[in-house]
């Protein structure tokens, strides 16, 4: 909130953590621009209120696992909002590599978390692969390519990690190429204020 945006808007579905989050909001001076939903994103996109008709849009999707993301409400989101940028975290250690084979080992009739963030179930016809890295990778590129088909281009990946392991990627997603732009000056200054050679 310390940036010039002119409208936020929170969505957080745990009612004990839209309250907390409510108290952080109103303690910054712009509270009077910003709204806390406490209710699931995924509803308030099929009911049709997160749609903004005016402005440019910035929407930071940050689940704790790839179930809370479903394909279906992502493209509904991004499809209602034509000036619209993705910062998102791909949550693939917890979400995807630690339960590869719990995917793989599912019934055909069982849905996973997995068939609800492709939004397909065309994973289980792949050939099985050697790691389970290289299935996640699999499955992000899968991901990746059904924004490509909305239009977006995706700029280079983040890996953010906890005590030297892989935890989940950072990645912005936009129609736009000035975001790519953008992000590229961004990632080259770290948390210290000191620039990186790509």
């Given at each position: 909130m310390k940036h010039d945006f002119t409208k936020f808007v929170f969505v957080e579905s745990d009612r004990n953590l839209a309250s907390a989050l409510k108290e952080r909001v109103e303690a910054q001076p712009k509270a009077e621009l910003a709204a806390v939903i406490p209710r699931d994103w995924t509803q308030e996109v099929g009911v049709g209120r997160l749609t903004f008709a005016k402005g440019l849009v910035v929407a930071f999707v940050d689940p704790t696992g790839i179930k809370q993301v479903p394909w279906e409400a992502?493209?509904?989101?991004?499809?209602?909002?034509?000036?619209?940028?993705?910062?998102?975290?791909?949550?693939?250690a917890m979400g995807i590599t630690l339960n590869v084979y719990q995917y793989l080992d599912s019934g055909s009739e069982q849905t996973t978390a997995l068939d609800t963030f492709l939004g397909e179930r065309d994973w289980r016809g792949?050939?099985?692969?050697?790691?389970?890295?290289?299935?996640?990778?699999?499955?992000?590129?899968?991901?990746?390519?059904?924004?490509?088909?909305?239009?977006?281009?995706?700029?280079?990946?983040i890996t953010v990690e906890a005590n030297g392991s892989p935890l989940y990627r950072l990645a912005l997603f936009s129609?736009?190429?000035?975001?790519?732009?953008?992000?590229?000056?961004i990632i080259t200054i770290d948390e210290s204020g000191q620039r990186e050679l790509l």
């Open positions: 992502m493209k509904q989101l991004l499809t209602n909002n034509p000036k619209i940028d993705i910062l998102a975290t791909l949550q693939y792949w050939p099985r692969e050697v790691t389970d890295a290289a299935f996640t990778i699999r499955v992000i590129n899968r991901w990746v390519e059904k924004l490509g088909a909305l239009g977006f281009q995706g700029s280079r990946q129609r736009h190429p000035k975001a790519d732009e953008f992000w590229r000056k």
